[in-house]
């Protein structure tokens, strides 16, 4: 059965060791984390007026891609919503940004209704205005997933390699190698103790074989864990990392059940 | 009743785009640019 042997999990970034599990079970959760995990997103953008020097489909663009905080026990898809699309406030979120002074109009400048939806970052430049130009806009944002378009995508460089397993033959090495050994790992992660080598952190290995290449044959065996990975991955604000990672499970878990009723 | 801004000295005037030997009656001007109509625009964020 699948263990997690660590969790490192933060806000907005994690790293997990699972155990006993396959790479197809790993890549199913990071394929279902950037596709499937909805999150909140603006679609919509009415513009009143803009004299600014970008187009409004390149603004409306780079509102798209702010990330936006995600309630998702408040809002619903806006397909699945009891206001049949229209937009209500249980699948919508709105903001209005209007700016008639010279300079960088940032993402901070977004009022949304609720205090709630703030903007995550504040300092995104959107465009920067010159004199006598303006922007007033209105944003829709609703609930997406990544598989639609790259805005809805809540996680950032999902990632998992094989657990590294370095094995030392002492008995192969002497003083040199050792030295060899040790300084041309690009991680670092091989020191002398006591006249033998050793590894002082496993965990950054990246499976290079540098070690192996400068050392006598047998010296140092590297190989990857088939069955143990080192899971990584961050959010980019808008849902955290625990969140993210339960939410993905949920939804893997929601699919294979759905197959199952199919199959009866 | 579209509005057209002259090139040159930035004003305002209403011209019909029927007429020919269009020039600005400020500055004699024939470069014109077209305002943008005073409508909402909805605009997908894709």
Same mark, same amino acid.
């Given at each position: 059965m699948v263990k997690i042997e660590s969790a490192d999990i933060k806000e907005r970034e994690a790293r997990l060791v699972i155990s006993d599990t396959s790479p197809y079970f790993v890549n199913a959760l990071r394929r279902a984390m950037l596709r499937e995990v909805p999150k909140l997103a603006i679609e919509d953008v009415i513009f009143y007026e803009n004299s600014s020097p970008l187009f409004d489909e390149i603004i409306a663009h780079r509102l798209g891609m702010i990330p936006l905080p995600t309630d998702l026990d408040v809002l619903v898809p806006r397909e699945e919503c009891t206001c049949n699309g229209e937009g209500c406030p249980n699948c919508t979120v709105r903001y209005t940004l209007s700016r008639e002074e010279p300079g960088m109009v940032y993402s !901070?400048? &977004?009022?949304?209704?609720?205090?709630?939806?703030? @903007?995550?970052?504040?300092? *995104?430049?959107?465009v920067e205005l010159f004199e006598g130009q303006k922007l007033i806009l209105e944003a829709e944002a609703i609930l997406g997933k990544g598989k639609d378009h790259?805005?809805?995508?809540? @996680? +950032?460089?999902p990632g998992y390699k094989y657990y590294p397993i370095i094995e030392i033959n002492q008995d192969k090495l002497d003083e040199d190698s050792i030295k060899k050994a040790i300084e041309i790992c690009p991680k670092k992660i091989l020191e002398e103790k006591e006249g033998k080598l050793v590894v002082k952190? *496993?965990?950054?290995?990246? &499976?290079?074989k540098s070690c192996v290449e400068v +050392?006598?044959?047998?010296a140092i065996q590297v190989r990857g864990d088939e069955t143990k990975f080192i899971f990584t991955y961050e959010t980019d !604000?808008? &849902?955290?990392a625990k969140t993210l990672i339960i939410k993905a499970a949920e939804i893997l878990e929601n699919k294979f059940k759905e197959l199952e009723k199919l199959i009866g | 009743m579209v509005n057209y801004k002259c090139g040159i000295c930035k004003k305002t005037i209403d011209l019909n785009?029927? %007429?020919? $030997?269009?020039?600005?009656?400020?500055? $004699? %001007?024939k470069i014109f640019y077209k305002e943008r109509p005073p409508i909402a625009k909805r605009v997908k964020a894709r």
């Amino acid at each position: 059965m699948v263990k997690i042997e660590s969790a490192d999990i933060k806000e907005r970034e994690a790293r997990l060791v699972i155990s006993d599990t396959s790479p197809y079970f790993v890549n199913a959760l990071r394929r279902a984390m950037l596709r499937e995990v909805p999150k909140l997103a603006i679609e919509d953008v009415i513009f009143y007026e803009n004299s600014s020097p970008l187009f409004d489909e390149i603004i409306a663009h780079r509102l798209g891609m702010i990330p936006l905080p995600t309630d998702l026990d408040v809002l619903v898809p806006r397909e699945e919503c009891t206001c049949n699309g229209e937009g209500c406030p249980n699948c919508t979120v709105r903001y209005t940004l209007s700016r008639e002074e010279p300079g960088m109009v940032y993402s !901070g400048d &977004l009022q949304p209704e609720n205090e709630k939806w703030r @903007v995550i970052d504040p300092n *995104i430049p959107i465009v920067e205005l010159f004199e006598g130009q303006k922007l007033i806009l209105e944003a829709e944002a609703i609930l997406g997933k990544g598989k639609d378009h790259a805005k809805w995508q809540a @996680v +950032v460089a999902p990632g998992y390699k094989y657990y590294p397993i370095i094995e030392i033959n002492q008995d192969k090495l002497d003083e040199d190698s050792i030295k060899k050994a040790i300084e041309i790992c690009p991680k670092k992660i091989l020191e002398e103790k006591e006249g033998k080598l050793v590894v002082k952190d *496993i965990e950054k290995c990246t &499976l290079c074989k540098s070690c192996v290449e400068v +050392v006598e044959e047998g010296a140092i065996q590297v190989r990857g864990d088939e069955t143990k990975f080192i899971f990584t991955y961050e959010t980019d !604000g808008s &849902l955290d990392a625990k969140t993210l990672i339960i939410k993905a499970a949920e939804i893997l878990e929601n699919k294979f059940k759905e197959l199952e009723k199919l199959i009866g | 009743m579209v509005n057209y801004k002259c090139g040159i000295c930035k004003k305002t005037i209403d011209l019909n785009v029927e %007429s020919i $030997g269009l020039q600005c009656p400020y500055c $004699g %001007s024939k470069i014109f640019y077209k305002e943008r109509p005073p409508i909402a625009k909805r605009v997908k964020a894709r």
